[in-house]
Structures are given as structure tokens and as C-alpha cells.
């Protein structure tokens, strides 16, 4: 019953959000891409709006490998404020395609399943950048909370170049 609340009332701002990504411009995943390289602790740094983590400071994800060749996503918004209480969402990320990934958020069920595909990852594995053919969300993960600020903006530079319009990617709020 509460799920169908919540999505009752946030359908309608994603409706109104309006379009974030150019769907004429095509997605690229990175080729030949081995998944264990999300593997492990990362900040997201940057985002686009997404209905998901609205008023979302300091969120972290936890990527953690499975016997089954998928990968658990554990993620941690805090609402309203740095200090605010967590939201958590979690869920199975699964490679169809080198590059390409289907999220499932248990809580959300309903919403089905994401589609993502890995843009960009930095060779030193420390910036990540997944978009969605749909805009649904554009984000940039780091192992840093406080990313070099050149790597910052080549990884803006890759949602943009992916359809993504600059003025919707935001900084994430991380604790010093």
C-alpha cells in the first residue's frame, strides 16, 4: 500500500521534471568491461534529478560481488541534510552486455528494472560515470567523497556528451 502512495505521488514530478537527456543522442557503454571494477565503496558525487533521491546529501553505494555473477548495490541517501536520516535503497545490478546493467531496487519492485550503462570509468578505477537510455539518472560515482576537480568535470563532460543537458548535473553534498 505505501509503495503505491509514494509512487502516486512521485509520478507526477517526474513528469514535470522534464526532459534531462537528449534521447537522440545514443548511450555508448564501455566495451569489454569487466563488472568487478565497480566492485567496492564509492561517493556519488554528482547527479541528475532523479525522483529516487530527491533533497539527497552524502550518498554513498556499496557494490558487492555475488556467487551468482551479479552485483549487490546498496545505496545510502541522507535526507534533507548531511546529518539527516538515511534512506536506504538495495538492490541486484546485472550485466547483460559488457557495459550494460540492469538495476533492481527491491524496495521499488514496481518501478521494475533500470536500465544503465557504464559511460566512463576512470583507468585508475577511482571515477565512474552510469547513465540511462531513458535520462531516468545520470550519475557520477568516486572512491573519493571530494573528487580532483578536472576529473570531476571530464566525468561531467561524459554525461553531457551523452545527451545529458550541464545545467541538470548537480554536485552531491558529501561531509568533509
Known sequence: MWKALVLGALLPQMVQAGPVRDLSVPLVAQAAYDQGRL???????????????????????LVAARDDSRLTVKIACHMGALSGPVLPLEGVLVQTHPGLFQLRLFRLAELGNLQLSLLWQAPDDSMAVLGAPLGEVGWIWSRSPHPDPAALAQAKAVLVAAGYRAKAIRNVEQAP
Open 39 to 61: 566492485v567496492g565503496a564509492w561517493y556519488e558525487v554528482a547527479q541528475t534529478p532523479t525522483f529516487l533521491q530527491r533533497n539527497c546529501y552524502g550518498t554513498t553505494v
